[in-house]
Protein backbone atom coordinates (compact mmCIF):
# COMPACT_ATOMS: atom_id res chain seq x y z
CA UNK A 1 0.00 0.00 0.00
CA UNK A 2 1.32 3.67 -0.84
CA UNK A 3 1.52 6.54 1.55
CA UNK A 4 -1.12 8.77 1.23
CA UNK A 5 1.13 11.61 1.10
CA UNK A 6 4.63 12.91 0.62
CA UNK A 7 5.63 13.50 4.45
CA UNK A 8 3.91 9.97 5.56
CA UNK A 9 6.62 8.58 3.03
CA UNK A 10 9.52 10.61 4.23
CA UNK A 11 10.55 7.69 6.96
CA UNK A 12 10.15 5.33 4.52
CA UNK A 13 12.85 7.29 2.05
CA UNK A 14 15.00 8.39 5.35
CA UNK A 15 15.12 4.26 5.87
CA UNK A 16 16.61 3.81 2.34
CA UNK A 17 19.42 6.37 1.89
CA UNK A 18 22.98 5.69 2.54
CA UNK A 19 26.12 6.95 1.21
CA UNK A 20 30.12 5.87 1.58
CA UNK A 21 30.97 8.13 4.50
CA UNK A 22 27.84 10.08 5.23
CA UNK A 23 24.49 8.97 6.53
CA UNK A 24 20.87 10.30 8.02
CA UNK A 25 21.78 11.68 11.47
CA UNK A 26 18.65 9.72 12.96
CA UNK A 27 19.02 11.19 16.59
CA UNK A 28 18.61 14.91 15.12
CA UNK A 29 15.70 13.52 12.56
CA UNK A 30 12.34 15.57 14.16
CA UNK A 31 9.45 16.03 11.71
CA UNK A 32 8.70 18.07 10.29
CA UNK A 33 11.26 20.71 11.87
CA UNK A 34 14.97 19.64 10.61
CA UNK A 35 13.48 16.92 8.15
CA UNK A 36 10.33 17.27 6.15
CA UNK A 37 9.44 16.33 2.77
CA UNK A 38 6.26 18.30 1.41
CA UNK A 39 4.94 19.64 -1.89
CA UNK A 40 4.99 23.49 -2.57
CA UNK A 41 1.20 24.87 -2.96
CA UNK A 42 1.67 24.75 -6.61
CA UNK A 43 3.06 21.33 -6.89
CA UNK A 44 5.81 23.02 -9.20
CA UNK A 45 8.20 21.11 -6.83
CA UNK A 46 8.94 18.73 -3.52
CA UNK A 47 10.70 20.58 -0.70
CA UNK A 48 13.01 18.45 1.58
CA UNK A 49 15.17 18.57 4.70
CA UNK A 50 17.32 16.10 5.86
CA UNK A 51 19.52 15.87 8.92
CA UNK A 52 22.69 13.73 8.15
CA UNK A 53 26.48 13.35 9.38
CA UNK A 54 29.40 13.12 7.34
CA UNK A 55 32.06 11.11 8.62
CA UNK A 56 35.19 13.74 7.95
CA UNK A 57 35.95 14.62 11.82
CA UNK A 58 37.76 17.69 11.88
CA UNK A 59 37.95 17.91 15.49
CA UNK A 60 40.31 14.97 15.33
CA UNK A 61 42.01 16.55 12.28
CA UNK A 62 42.84 20.04 14.05
CA UNK A 63 44.34 19.83 17.18
CA UNK A 64 43.11 23.17 18.14
CA UNK A 65 40.25 25.12 20.51
CA UNK A 66 37.12 23.59 19.80
CA UNK A 67 35.60 26.99 20.47
CA UNK A 68 36.64 28.03 16.64
CA UNK A 69 35.20 25.04 14.70
CA UNK A 70 32.50 27.02 13.80
CA UNK A 71 34.94 28.78 11.03
CA UNK A 72 35.86 25.55 9.71
CA UNK A 73 32.21 24.72 9.65
CA UNK A 74 31.01 28.03 7.87
CA UNK A 75 33.97 27.59 5.40
CA UNK A 76 33.16 23.76 4.18
CA UNK A 77 29.65 25.17 3.71
CA UNK A 78 30.43 27.82 1.31
CA UNK A 79 33.05 25.15 -0.44
CA UNK A 80 29.32 23.21 -0.55
CA UNK A 81 27.47 25.90 -2.04
CA UNK A 82 29.99 27.01 -4.37
CA UNK A 83 30.73 23.48 -6.19
CA UNK A 84 26.66 23.30 -6.41
CA UNK A 85 27.01 24.59 -10.21
CA UNK A 86 29.54 22.39 -11.07
CA UNK A 87 28.11 19.09 -9.09
CA UNK A 88 24.62 17.71 -11.11
CA UNK A 89 24.02 15.98 -7.73
CA UNK A 90 24.25 18.81 -5.89
CA UNK A 91 21.24 20.83 -7.58
CA UNK A 92 18.67 19.75 -5.62
CA UNK A 93 20.59 22.04 -2.79
CA UNK A 94 19.23 25.13 -5.14
CA UNK A 95 16.18 23.81 -6.58
CA UNK A 96 17.54 22.69 -10.14
CA UNK A 97 14.89 21.21 -12.08
CA UNK A 98 12.09 22.64 -10.67
CA UNK A 99 9.88 24.82 -11.99
CA UNK A 100 10.54 27.69 -10.38
CA UNK A 101 14.62 27.35 -8.42
CA UNK A 102 14.87 31.02 -8.06
CA UNK A 103 12.76 30.18 -4.78
CA UNK A 104 15.32 28.36 -3.35
CA UNK A 105 18.23 29.96 -4.05
CA UNK A 106 18.69 30.50 -0.16
CA UNK A 107 19.91 27.46 0.31
CA UNK A 108 23.41 28.37 -1.89
CA UNK A 109 23.58 32.37 -0.56
CA UNK A 110 26.72 33.33 -0.01
CA UNK A 111 26.83 33.92 4.00
CA UNK A 112 29.93 35.56 5.58
CA UNK A 113 29.02 35.60 9.04
CA UNK A 114 30.37 32.29 10.75
CA UNK A 115 28.16 33.16 14.48
CA UNK A 116 26.11 35.58 16.01
CA UNK A 117 24.50 35.84 19.32
CA UNK A 118 20.99 36.79 17.91
CA UNK A 119 18.46 34.53 15.49
CA UNK A 120 18.91 36.17 12.22
CA UNK A 121 19.58 34.78 8.56
CA UNK A 122 17.12 31.64 9.55
CA UNK A 123 16.49 30.48 6.44
CA UNK A 124 20.27 30.58 5.09
CA UNK A 125 22.54 27.41 5.46
CA UNK A 126 24.89 28.48 7.59
CA UNK A 127 27.63 26.63 10.11
CA UNK A 128 24.43 27.01 13.97
CA UNK A 129 22.82 24.45 16.01
CA UNK A 130 22.05 22.60 13.04
CA UNK A 131 25.17 22.62 10.93
CA UNK A 132 28.12 21.98 13.36
CA UNK A 133 31.13 19.61 14.16
CA UNK A 134 30.84 16.82 16.51
CA UNK A 135 32.33 13.61 17.75
CA UNK A 136 31.36 11.77 14.53
CA UNK A 137 31.81 14.58 11.63
CA UNK A 138 30.32 16.98 10.42
CA UNK A 139 26.41 17.73 11.31
CA UNK A 140 24.64 19.32 8.51
CA UNK A 141 20.99 19.69 7.46
CA UNK A 142 20.59 19.46 3.46
CA UNK A 143 17.38 21.00 2.37
CA UNK A 144 16.70 22.61 -0.92
CA UNK A 145 13.60 21.50 -3.30
CA UNK A 146 13.28 18.43 -5.93
CA UNK A 147 11.20 18.59 -9.52
CA UNK A 148 7.32 17.56 -7.72
CA UNK A 149 7.48 13.67 -9.25
CA UNK A 150 3.55 13.43 -8.55
CA UNK A 151 1.46 12.05 -5.63
CA UNK A 152 3.77 9.47 -4.15
CA UNK A 153 3.62 6.07 -5.69
CA UNK A 154 6.37 3.25 -6.38
CA UNK A 155 8.16 5.31 -9.25
CA UNK A 156 7.76 8.48 -7.46
CA UNK A 157 9.27 7.08 -4.79
CA UNK A 158 11.93 5.52 -6.15
CA UNK A 159 13.50 8.62 -7.87
CA UNK A 160 13.11 10.82 -4.58
CA UNK A 161 14.79 8.39 -2.84
CA UNK A 162 17.91 8.58 -5.78
CA UNK A 163 17.69 12.02 -6.11
CA UNK A 164 18.48 12.40 -2.17
CA UNK A 165 20.91 9.89 -2.50
CA UNK A 166 22.98 11.06 -4.68
CA UNK A 167 22.90 14.43 -2.97
CA UNK A 168 23.93 12.82 0.24
CA UNK A 169 26.52 11.13 -1.34
CA UNK A 170 27.90 14.24 -3.50
CA UNK A 171 27.74 16.08 -0.20
CA UNK A 172 30.23 13.68 1.23
CA UNK A 173 32.44 13.18 -1.40
CA UNK A 174 32.71 17.23 -1.36
CA UNK A 175 33.29 17.43 2.28
CA UNK A 176 35.78 14.69 2.56
CA UNK A 177 37.77 16.49 -0.99
CA UNK A 178 38.16 20.25 0.67
CA UNK A 179 41.44 21.25 1.66
CA UNK A 180 42.49 21.18 4.85
CA UNK A 181 44.24 24.57 4.83
CA UNK A 182 41.39 26.98 4.36
CA UNK A 183 39.82 25.25 6.90
CA UNK A 184 42.19 25.65 9.22
CA UNK A 185 43.11 29.71 8.55
CA UNK A 186 39.30 29.70 9.12
CA UNK A 187 38.82 27.98 12.36
CA UNK A 188 42.07 30.38 13.65
CA UNK A 189 40.46 33.32 12.63
CA UNK A 190 37.27 32.29 14.37
CA UNK A 191 39.21 32.15 17.51
CA UNK A 192 41.03 35.05 16.90
CA UNK A 193 37.58 36.77 16.82
CA UNK A 194 36.48 35.02 20.09
CA UNK A 195 39.40 35.52 21.80
CA UNK A 196 40.22 39.07 21.45
CA UNK A 197 36.00 40.56 22.08
CA UNK A 198 37.17 38.27 25.61
CA UNK A 199 40.44 40.09 26.09
CA UNK A 200 38.38 43.83 25.17
CA UNK A 201 37.41 44.64 28.66
CA UNK A 202 40.84 43.81 30.30
CA UNK A 203 42.07 46.63 27.96
CA UNK A 204 39.88 49.05 28.86
CA UNK A 205 38.25 48.40 25.42
CA UNK A 206 34.37 47.66 24.22
CA UNK A 207 35.17 47.73 20.48
CA UNK A 208 38.52 47.48 17.91
CA UNK A 209 38.39 48.49 14.60
CA UNK A 210 41.14 46.89 12.82
CA UNK A 211 43.40 48.82 10.52
CA UNK A 212 42.61 47.50 7.04
CA UNK A 213 38.88 46.57 7.82
CA UNK A 214 36.26 47.25 4.64
CA UNK A 215 33.16 48.44 6.91
CA UNK A 216 30.83 48.99 3.51
CA UNK A 217 28.16 46.44 2.79
CA UNK A 218 27.01 45.17 -0.48
CA UNK A 219 23.12 44.12 -0.03
CA UNK A 220 21.34 41.44 -1.42
CA UNK A 221 17.17 39.77 -1.62
CA UNK A 222 18.53 37.58 0.74
CA UNK A 223 21.08 40.05 2.86
CA UNK A 224 19.28 42.95 3.00
CA UNK A 225 20.08 44.52 6.45
CA UNK A 226 23.66 45.33 7.69
CA UNK A 227 24.54 42.44 10.20
CA UNK A 228 24.31 39.80 7.56
CA UNK A 229 25.17 41.41 4.73
CA UNK A 230 28.28 40.71 2.81
CA UNK A 231 31.23 42.67 1.80
CA UNK A 232 30.69 45.73 -1.37
CA UNK A 233 31.85 44.99 -4.52
CA UNK A 234 33.95 47.86 -6.01
CA UNK A 235 35.75 50.61 -4.43
CA UNK A 236 35.93 50.55 -0.64
CA UNK A 237 37.85 52.68 1.21
CA UNK A 238 39.71 50.32 3.73
CA UNK A 239 39.38 51.88 7.31
CA UNK A 240 42.86 53.30 9.03
CA UNK A 241 43.01 54.64 12.63
CA UNK A 242 44.43 58.23 12.10
CA UNK A 243 47.37 58.40 14.58
CA UNK A 244 46.09 61.35 16.75
CA UNK A 245 43.32 58.86 17.57
CA UNK A 246 46.55 56.86 19.65
CA UNK A 247 46.29 53.55 17.67
CA UNK A 248 45.94 50.19 19.39
CA UNK A 249 47.59 46.96 19.11
CA UNK A 250 46.45 43.95 19.74
CA UNK A 251 47.23 39.97 19.71
CA UNK A 252 45.66 37.42 16.83
CA UNK A 253 46.38 34.79 19.57
CA UNK A 254 45.30 32.06 17.07
CA UNK A 255 46.61 32.53 13.76
CA UNK A 256 49.92 34.62 15.58
CA UNK A 257 50.77 38.23 15.04
CA UNK A 258 49.13 41.55 16.19
CA UNK A 259 47.24 44.09 13.93
CA UNK A 260 46.56 47.75 15.00
CA UNK A 261 43.35 49.59 15.00
CA UNK A 262 41.29 51.85 16.63
CA UNK A 263 40.13 50.98 20.07
CA UNK A 264 36.81 52.11 21.69
CA UNK A 265 37.40 53.21 24.94
CA UNK A 266 35.13 52.19 28.35
CA UNK A 267 33.19 55.23 29.69
CA UNK A 268 33.98 57.45 27.20
CA UNK A 269 31.80 59.48 24.58
CA UNK A 270 33.14 59.49 20.96
CA UNK A 271 31.23 61.21 17.67
CA UNK A 272 31.56 60.25 14.31
CA UNK A 273 31.41 63.45 12.04
CA UNK A 274 31.46 64.69 8.20
CA UNK A 275 29.30 65.59 5.73
CA UNK A 276 26.37 63.82 4.09
CA UNK A 277 26.96 60.38 2.48
CA UNK A 278 30.63 59.78 4.11
CA UNK A 279 29.79 56.37 5.40
CA UNK A 280 29.00 57.58 9.25
CA UNK A 281 26.30 55.24 9.63
CA UNK A 282 28.33 52.88 7.70
CA UNK A 283 31.23 52.75 10.04
CA UNK A 284 28.45 52.99 12.99
CA UNK A 285 26.59 50.05 11.58
CA UNK A 286 30.25 48.12 11.49
CA UNK A 287 30.92 48.39 15.27
CA UNK A 288 27.73 47.00 16.36
CA UNK A 289 28.13 43.85 13.98
CA UNK A 290 31.18 43.39 15.87
CA UNK A 291 29.61 41.22 17.85
CA UNK A 292 29.58 38.58 15.63
CA UNK A 293 32.74 36.44 14.35
CA UNK A 294 32.99 36.33 10.02
CA UNK A 295 34.60 34.79 7.35
CA UNK A 296 37.98 36.22 6.45
CA UNK A 297 37.05 38.57 2.92
CA UNK A 298 33.46 40.17 4.67
CA UNK A 299 35.59 43.04 5.86
CA UNK A 300 34.81 43.23 9.07
CA UNK A 301 36.67 40.20 10.67
CA UNK A 302 39.15 42.53 12.49
CA UNK A 303 36.29 44.71 13.89
CA UNK A 304 35.72 43.06 17.00
CA UNK A 305 32.85 44.27 19.52
CA UNK A 306 31.98 42.77 23.60
CA UNK A 307 28.58 41.30 23.36
CA UNK A 308 25.36 43.01 24.79
CA UNK A 309 25.80 46.65 22.96
CA UNK A 310 22.72 48.73 23.25
CA UNK A 311 21.65 50.72 19.78
CA UNK A 312 18.91 53.33 20.37
CA UNK A 313 16.78 55.50 17.76
CA UNK A 314 13.50 57.51 17.89
CA UNK A 315 10.32 56.12 17.59
CA UNK A 316 6.75 56.73 18.47
CA UNK A 317 5.43 53.69 20.97
CA UNK A 318 3.54 53.19 24.07
CA UNK A 319 5.13 52.99 27.34
CA UNK A 320 4.58 51.51 30.20
CA UNK A 321 5.98 52.40 33.54
CA UNK A 322 8.81 53.83 32.00
CA UNK A 323 12.10 55.43 33.47
CA UNK A 324 13.13 58.83 31.57
CA UNK A 325 14.23 60.88 34.87
CA UNK A 326 17.52 62.17 33.06
CA UNK A 327 16.19 63.63 30.69
CA UNK A 328 12.51 65.01 31.48
CA UNK A 329 11.71 66.67 34.16
CA UNK A 330 7.74 67.14 33.74
CA UNK A 331 5.84 65.26 31.82
CA UNK A 332 4.20 66.66 28.11
CA UNK A 333 0.39 66.53 28.35
CA UNK A 334 -1.34 63.04 27.79
CA UNK A 335 1.16 61.08 29.97
CA UNK A 336 0.30 59.26 33.29
CA UNK A 337 2.55 58.86 35.99
CA UNK A 338 5.77 60.70 37.04
CA UNK A 339 8.78 60.68 35.05
CA UNK A 340 10.11 58.13 36.81
CA UNK A 341 7.78 55.50 35.82
CA UNK A 342 5.58 57.21 32.82
CA UNK A 343 2.77 55.13 30.87
CA UNK A 344 1.25 56.26 27.41
CA UNK A 345 2.16 57.00 24.00
CA UNK A 346 4.93 57.69 23.69
CA UNK A 347 6.45 60.65 21.39
CA UNK A 348 10.13 60.07 19.58
CA UNK A 349 12.24 62.08 22.05
CA UNK A 350 10.22 60.21 25.18
CA UNK A 351 11.29 56.41 23.75
CA UNK A 352 14.45 57.25 22.91
CA UNK A 353 14.33 58.94 25.89
CA UNK A 354 13.57 56.11 27.80
CA UNK A 355 16.09 53.60 25.67
CA UNK A 356 19.29 55.50 26.44
CA UNK A 357 18.17 55.45 30.15
CA UNK A 358 17.48 51.80 30.45
CA UNK A 359 21.03 51.05 28.51
CA UNK A 360 22.41 53.14 31.12
CA UNK A 361 20.62 51.83 34.17
CA UNK A 362 21.45 48.29 32.99
CA UNK A 363 25.08 48.82 32.67
CA UNK A 364 25.50 48.37 28.82
CA UNK A 365 29.05 48.06 28.01
CA UNK A 366 28.65 50.61 24.68
CA UNK A 367 25.56 52.53 23.45
CA UNK A 368 24.87 53.30 19.90
CA UNK A 369 22.75 55.95 18.01
CA UNK A 370 22.59 57.42 14.39
CA UNK A 371 21.39 61.02 14.19
CA UNK A 372 19.57 59.97 11.02
CA UNK A 373 17.32 58.09 13.47
CA UNK A 374 17.48 60.01 16.40
CA UNK A 375 15.31 62.93 18.14
CA UNK A 376 17.58 66.05 17.65
CA UNK A 377 15.01 67.60 20.66
CA UNK A 378 16.57 65.18 23.17
CA UNK A 379 20.45 65.47 21.85
CA UNK A 380 20.57 69.73 21.77
CA UNK A 381 18.95 72.28 22.93
CA UNK A 382 16.60 74.64 21.20
CA UNK A 383 15.40 78.11 22.18
CA UNK A 384 12.11 76.97 22.28
CA UNK A 385 12.50 74.34 24.73
CA UNK A 386 11.49 74.61 27.91
CA UNK A 387 13.68 73.89 31.35
CA UNK A 388 11.23 70.51 31.36
CA UNK A 389 13.95 68.54 29.25
CA UNK A 390 17.57 68.08 29.91
CA UNK A 391 19.28 67.05 26.60
CA UNK A 392 22.26 64.78 25.85
CA UNK A 393 24.74 67.65 25.59
CA UNK A 394 23.39 69.12 28.39
CA UNK A 395 24.01 66.16 30.51
CA UNK A 396 27.62 65.34 29.03
CA UNK A 397 28.40 68.79 30.14
CA UNK A 398 26.95 68.93 33.67
CA UNK A 399 26.28 65.20 34.78
CA UNK A 400 28.76 63.17 32.73
CA UNK A 401 28.72 60.63 35.58
CA UNK A 402 25.46 59.86 35.09
CA UNK A 403 26.08 57.97 32.05
CA UNK A 404 28.03 55.21 34.74
CA UNK A 405 30.16 52.89 32.74
CA UNK A 406 28.62 53.46 29.73
CA UNK A 407 30.51 54.46 26.45
CA UNK A 408 28.20 56.26 23.75
CA UNK A 409 29.31 56.32 20.24
CA UNK A 410 26.98 58.08 17.43
CA UNK A 411 27.49 59.33 14.15
CA UNK A 412 26.16 63.13 13.76
CA UNK A 413 26.86 65.61 10.77
CA UNK A 414 24.26 68.14 12.17
CA UNK A 415 24.63 68.10 15.97
CA UNK A 416 27.53 70.01 16.53
CA UNK A 417 26.59 71.46 19.68
CA UNK A 418 26.62 67.37 21.02
CA UNK A 419 29.41 66.47 19.68
CA UNK A 420 31.64 69.05 20.98
CA UNK A 421 30.67 67.69 24.28
CA UNK A 422 33.13 64.28 22.97
CA UNK A 423 36.23 63.41 24.12
CA UNK A 424 37.50 61.67 20.65
CA UNK A 425 35.93 62.53 17.47
CA UNK A 426 36.64 60.36 14.14
CA UNK A 427 35.76 62.59 11.08
CA UNK A 428 34.98 60.73 7.62
CA UNK A 429 36.15 62.97 4.35
CA UNK A 430 36.17 61.10 1.50
CA UNK A 431 35.35 57.94 3.36
CA UNK A 432 38.63 57.76 4.85
CA UNK A 433 38.84 58.06 8.58
CA UNK A 434 40.55 61.75 10.23
CA UNK A 435 41.17 62.79 14.10
CA UNK A 436 39.37 65.92 14.60
CA UNK A 437 40.76 67.71 17.62
CA UNK A 438 37.57 68.49 20.39
CA UNK A 439 39.51 71.54 21.55
CA UNK A 440 39.72 72.87 17.32
CA UNK A 441 36.28 71.64 16.11
CA UNK A 442 35.16 73.59 19.31
CA UNK A 443 36.68 76.63 18.10
CA UNK A 444 35.23 75.86 14.46
CA UNK A 445 31.75 75.89 16.10
CA UNK A 446 32.54 79.10 18.23
CA UNK A 447 33.15 80.76 14.39
CA UNK A 448 30.22 79.37 12.91
CA UNK A 449 28.20 80.39 15.80
CA UNK A 450 29.67 83.86 15.75
CA UNK A 451 28.58 83.98 12.27
CA UNK A 452 25.84 82.81 12.47
CA UNK A 453 25.10 85.53 15.40
CA UNK A 454 26.29 88.64 12.88
CA UNK A 455 23.59 86.72 10.31
CA UNK A 456 21.06 86.95 12.60
CA UNK A 457 21.92 90.62 13.72
CA UNK A 458 22.20 91.85 10.08
CA UNK A 459 18.54 90.11 9.98
CA UNK A 460 17.01 91.97 13.23
CA UNK A 461 18.59 95.70 11.18
CA UNK A 462 16.65 94.66 8.11
CA UNK A 463 13.23 93.41 9.95
CA UNK A 464 13.69 97.17 12.21
CA UNK A 465 14.19 98.65 9.16
CA UNK A 466 10.27 97.11 7.51
CA UNK A 467 9.05 97.86 10.89
CA UNK A 468 9.95 101.63 10.98
CA UNK A 469 8.67 102.12 7.35
CA UNK A 470 5.64 100.40 7.88
CA UNK A 471 5.44 102.86 11.02
CA UNK A 472 6.31 106.20 9.05
CA UNK A 473 9.56 106.47 10.50
CA UNK A 474 12.54 107.48 8.16
CA UNK A 475 16.04 106.53 8.56
CA UNK A 476 18.86 107.98 8.35
CA UNK A 477 22.04 106.37 7.71
CA UNK A 478 25.42 107.75 6.91
CA UNK A 479 28.07 105.70 5.83
CA UNK A 480 30.53 108.18 9.02
CA UNK A 481 29.99 110.81 11.19
CA UNK A 482 31.72 113.47 8.97
CA UNK A 483 30.03 112.82 5.77
CA UNK A 484 26.42 114.28 4.59
CA UNK A 485 25.33 117.46 5.39
CA UNK A 486 25.39 117.70 9.07
CA UNK A 487 28.84 117.13 8.71
CA UNK A 488 30.36 115.76 12.33
CA UNK A 489 27.37 115.41 13.95
CA UNK A 490 26.15 111.95 14.54
CA UNK A 491 23.21 110.71 12.39
CA UNK A 492 20.05 111.64 13.65
CA UNK A 493 16.42 109.83 13.00
CA UNK A 494 13.84 112.63 12.26
CA UNK A 495 9.70 112.12 12.90
CA UNK A 496 7.44 113.30 10.53
CA UNK A 497 5.83 115.16 13.06
CA UNK A 498 9.04 117.36 14.15
CA UNK A 499 9.49 120.87 12.87
Known sequence: MHPSSWPDALPGILDRISAEGAAVDRPRVRTPVTAYLVPADDRS????????????????????????????????????????????????????????????????????????????????????????????????????????????????????????????????????????????????????????????????????????????????????????????????????????????????????????????????????????????????????????????????????????????EAGCQGLFLADVSLFFRRLPPGLSGTPTAVSGQGSASLVMAQQLQRAVRVGAPLCLFDEDRSAPNLLVPSCVQGDEVMVLSRILASQRDAMGDTALLFAAGALDILVARADRILLLEGHAAHAMNPSEFRRRLRGHLADVMESLRADAVEEQDAVDLKSGVTTCRLSSWGEGPGGGSPPSRSHPDEG
Request: hydrophobic share 40%.
Open 45 to 312: AIQFSVPVVVGRRILEEFPLDPAGADGAVAALIEHLKQRVPQVPDMGPLAGAGTRFPGRYRDGVEPYTVIRSPSAMAEPLWKADHRNFAGPEGLYLTLRGALPYPSPPHQEGIRQVTEWLEALLAATAREVFHASPAPLEEEWRNSLDQKVLRDALPGLGLVSFLGDGALPARGFTHYRCFPRVAGPKEGVSVPFRCPPELGPVEVELSASGGTITGLGIRRREVMAITGSNAEGKSTLLSAVWCGQDDHLRGDGREHIVTVPNVATV
